[in-house]
């Protein structure tokens, strides 16, 4: 005989009971909901799109990731981008709704969680939470396609299949075993996006020690086995990304760029430099969503209350879902040291917390409404509380619409300027639009394409790559670009061929992307030896093929990275001309090409 977790935890209600259509309903407003606050953000690049966008068109080209493409992320992304990009081609639109079709299931996942652990209408309101919370940070972080994003569907899933394996008794064993064993399968996939998803192996044990201790679950017996299964299941998850890089022959390149990178890049900043930025972009991201922290908040606060309360084990498993909101607290704050654990508290990281916090939120939204509908008030206490309940409900509601208007003012003007056929002045200062714009001067310029001064404001992304070397395949020196910096949004955008593996800077100066443009603020976290047998490597590469042109990025922030600043490249440098600058980036072209000055080239320094 088996038992419902959920019937353990929740108490069934007449008002949480929906049926199929009405699920469906809701289903549907939120894919109407999640297309329209992502679709008009299709049209730009974000932060590190360019260098997903590169990785894949060149895993296309046939080149093996980390041997042939410098990458420091796990391989999963780069594959997933190639493998769109094979079925429907290199678009941005192509990304962006794989984009959208990866938060309506995230949402479907969140809907059995919270059903799963609470009921029908918990886990409605989870979905439609991360819907629109999904998308209401820093624009750029929160509409790409990131690792932190892409892993959050088979992160969220694998919990999701680890709580559920402790939901049968032992006369059904093999289905807890196999529940853990496919939770443990999805997280090792996660993990092959972005290596924090092995918290979840974290969170598996601290639950499976919590069940055991505070009852979370129907029984208590065979905790070492079930972990073992995740373990298990995590290594047959990742295996296949593993063969792949054995096969590449890329094994020790991806332990460099990956790993011994990674752990480098987390121990740049001191201790107390990386607590100063948490507390202050934590405070900024749960400012910017309030309603998950006042949510947050009533959850922890029905948490305490209820853990300092005797309670018999009826009263864990039936009372009012304590041992889910446990449960939940739990995964929140082992997501957020899987977060924290690099060191960097970027926009996008706080996706590894979203799922935890839209479940909690539902929960405590609820829990916030549910506390206004008591009846016979007698006593001034009692009144006071629900004076105060209800100001508590205005607050979020206030907050919430102030959330949405402060995140998707951006999305109200993109749509109109869709509807005119024309960009507006707000969308022309935007910071993504002026960096998008930035980039495709260059791409036109190194394209030597005959068009007009704005040309690059005209012409779509397809466009601008026609009858490039992406499309009819590279013949020549012309069809090679080198870009010196970590702007690989140039290779996309022109359409030309990356002319060296070396797709960021960071192995060939040691200086993390995310802080070699602060002037003199940097230091290195390689060896000399190890930045100077990969500038070596590179001036081979550029030698061999010897690209028309060379774009430095890098060298408009700091003079001391520039490229030509650097000896291995003095020879190289030698045989180009500074043509000038397009915005920030400066452009060196072959002294032996004939030049044909465009209107939209730089002007040609002495």
Same mark, same amino acid.
């Given at each position: 005989?088996?038992?419902? +977790?959920?019937?353990?935890?929740? =108490?069934?209600?007449?008002?949480?009971?929906? $049926?199929?259509?009405?699920?469906?309903?809701?289903?549907?407003?939120?894919?109407?909901?999640?297309?329209?606050?992502?679709?008009?953000?299709?049209?730009?690049?974000?932060? !590190?799109?360019?260098?997903?966008?590169?990785?894949?068109?060149?895993?296309?080209?046939?080149?093996?990731?980390?041997?042939?493409?410098?990458?420091?992320?796990?391989?999963?992304?780069?594959?997933?981008?190639?493998?769109?990009?094979?079925?429907?081609?290199?678009?941005?639109?192509?990304?962006?709704?794989?984009?959208?079709?990866?938060?309506?299931?995230?949402?479907?996942?969140?809907?059995?969680?919270?059903?799963? &652990?609470?009921?029908?209408?918990?886990?409605?309101?989870?979905?439609?939470?991360?819907?629109?919370?999904?998308?209401?940070?820093? %624009? /750029?972080?929160?509409?790409?396609?990131?690792? !932190?994003?892409?892993?959050?569907?088979?992160?969220?899933?694998?919990? +999701?299949?680890?709580?559920?394996?402790? =939901?049968?008794?032992?006369?059904?064993?093999?289905?807890?075993?196999?529940?853990?064993?496919?939770?443990?399968?999805?997280?090792?996939?996660?993990?092959?996006?972005?290596?924090?998803?092995?918290?979840? &192996?974290?969170?598996?044990?601290?639950?499976?020690?919590?069940?055991?201790?505070?009852?979370?679950?129907?029984?208590?017996?065979?905790?070492?086995? &079930?972990?073992?299964?995740?373990?298990?299941?995590?290594?047959?998850?990742?295996?296949?990304?593993?063969?792949?890089?054995?096969?590449?022959?890329?094994?020790?390149?991806?332990?460099?760029?990956?790993?011994?990178?990674?752990?480098?890049?987390?121990?740049?900043?001191?201790?107390?430099?990386?607590?100063?930025?948490?507390?202050?972009?934590?405070?900024?991201?749960?400012?910017?969503?309030?309603?998950?922290?006042?949510?947050?908040?009533?959850?922890?606060?029905?948490?305490?209350?209820?853990?300092?309360?005797?309670?018999?084990?009826?009263?864990?498993?039936?009372?009012?879902?304590?041992?889910? !909101?446990?449960?939940?607290?739990?995964?929140? /704050?082992?997501?957020?040291?899987?977060?924290?654990? /690099?060191?960097?508290?970027?926009?996008?990281?706080?996706?590894?917390?979203?799922?935890?916090?839209?479940?909690?939120?539902?929960?405590?939204?609820?829990?916030?409404?549910?506390?206004?509908?008591?009846?016979?008030?007698?006593?001034?206490?009692?009144?006071?509380?629900?004076?105060?309940?209800?100001?508590?409900?205005?607050?979020?509601?206030?907050?919430?619409?102030?959330?949405?208007?402060?995140?998707?003012?951006?999305?109200?003007?993109?749509?109109?300027?869709?509807?005119?056929?024309?960009?507006?002045?707000?969308?022309?200062?935007?910071?993504? %639009?002026?960096?998008?714009?930035?980039?495709?001067?260059?791409?036109?310029?190194?394209?030597?394409?005959?068009?007009?001064?704005?040309?690059?404001?005209?012409?779509?992304?397809?466009?601008?790559?026609?009858?490039?070397?992406?499309?009819?395949?590279?013949?020549?020196?012309?069809?090679?670009?080198?870009?010196?910096?970590?702007?690989?949004?140039?290779?996309?955008?022109?359409?030309?061929?990356?002319?060296?593996?070396?797709?960021?800077?960071?192995?060939?100066?040691?200086?993390?992307? $995310?802080?070699?443009?602060?002037?003199?603020?940097?230091?290195?976290?390689?060896?000399?030896?190890?930045?100077?047998?990969?500038?070596?490597?590179?001036?081979?590469?550029?030698?061999?093929?010897?690209?028309?042109?060379?774009?430095?990025?890098?060298?408009?922030?700091?003079?001391?990275?520039?490229?030509?600043?650097?000896?291995?490249?003095? %020879?190289?440098?030698?045989?180009?001309?500074?043509?000038?600058?397009?915005?920030?980036?400066?452009?060196?072209?072959?002294?032996?090409?004939?030049?044909?000055?465009?209107?939209?080239?730089? !002007?040609?320094?002495?």
């Amino acid at each position: 005989m088996r038992a419902s +977790y959920s019937s353990k935890l929740s =108490v069934a209600n007449p008002e949480t009971q929906f $049926d199929r259509a009405t699920i469906l309903k809701v289903f549907a407003a939120l894919v109407v909901i999640t297309f329209l606050l992502r679709i008009f953000y299709s049209g730009q690049l974000y932060e !590190d799109d360019g260098l997903w966008f590169t990785a894949a068109e060149e895993i296309l080209r046939g080149k093996a990731l980390y041997r042939e493409i410098y990458f420091d992320k796990p391989p999963a992304i780069a594959l997933v981008y190639a493998g769109l990009f094979k079925l429907f081609g290199a678009h941005i639109l192509t990304i962006r709704l794989f984009t959208i079709i990866c938060s309506i299931v995230i949402s479907i996942v969140l809907y059995l969680f919270g059903k799963q &652990l609470y009921d029908k209408r918990t886990g409605l309101i989870a979905a439609a939470m991360f819907a629109v919370f999904s998308t209401t940070y820093q %624009e /750029g972080h929160f509409q790409g396609l990131n690792t !932190d994003f892409l892993m959050a569907l088979p992160y969220t899933a694998g919990a +999701y299949l680890m709580i559920r394996s402790r =939901v049968y008794h032992r006369p059904v064993w093999t289905q807890s075993a196999w529940l853990a064993l496919c939770g443990g399968i999805l997280t090792g996939i996660a993990s092959q996006i972005n290596p924090k998803a092995a918290f979840n &192996l974290v969170f598996f044990a601290l639950f499976l020690f919590a069940a055991r201790k505070w009852q979370l679950a129907t029984w208590r017996r065979g905790n070492v086995l &079930l972990f073992a299964f995740a373990l298990a299941g995590f290594a047959i998850g990742a295996l296949p990304f593993l063969i792949y890089i054995a096969a590449t022959k890329s094994f020790s390149f991806y332990w460099l760029y990956v790993w011994d990178w990674g752990a480098r890049y987390a121990r740049y900043y001191p201790a107390w430099k990386i607590a100063v930025s948490a507390l202050t972009q934590s405070f900024d991201y749960f400012a910017s969503n309030n309603t998950l922290l006042i949510a947050l908040a009533f959850v922890v606060v029905s948490v305490i209350k209820r853990s300092g309360k005797k309670q018999n084990d009826t009263k864990l498993a039936t009372g009012a879902g304590f041992a889910s !909101d446990v449960i939940l607290l739990l995964w929140l /704050g082992v997501s957020y040291a899987g977060l924290a654990v /690099g060191g960097r508290f970027f926009g996008h990281y706080f996706f590894q917390i979203l799922p935890s916090l839209c479940l909690i939120g539902a929960r405590g939204l609820i829990g916030i409404v549910s506390a206004l509908k008591l009846r016979n008030i007698t006593t001034d206490r009692a009144a006071r509380k629900w004076n105060m309940r209800h100001a508590l409900l205005a607050l979020v509601a206030v907050g919430f619409v102030i959330t949405l208007i402060r995140f998707h003012s951006r999305t109200v003007i993109l749509a109109a300027d869709w509807v005119r056929g024309t960009k507006s002045a707000a969308t022309l200062e935007w910071f993504h %639009e002026q960096l998008n714009h930035e980039e495709r001067m260059a791409a036109t310029a190194v394209r030597s394409l005959d068009d007009e001064s704005q040309a690059e404001d005209q012409m779509s992304a397809e466009a601008l790559r026609a009858d490039s070397p992406r499309e009819r395949g590279a013949e020549g020196p012309a069809d090679y670009l080198f870009v010196w910096g970590y702007r690989p949004e140039l290779y996309y955008w022109s359409g030309l061929i990356p002319a060296s593996k070396y797709l960021s800077t960071q192995m060939l100066t040691g200086v993390p992307a $995310d802080v070699h443009y602060f002037g003199e603020d940097y230091r290195s976290i390689l060896e000399e030896n190890v930045t100077r047998a990969a500038r070596a490597e590179l001036a081979r590469e550029l030698d061999e093929v010897r690209p028309r042109y060379i774009v430095d990025e890098l060298g408009s922030f700091n003079a001391n990275l520039a490229f030509s600043n650097y000896p291995e490249f003095r %020879e190289i440098i030698s045989g180009y001309r500074n043509v000038g600058m397009i915005k920030r980036f400066i452009i060196y072209h072959r002294r032996d090409f004939v030049k044909n000055h465009r209107k939209n080239s730089p !002007d040609a320094q002495p």
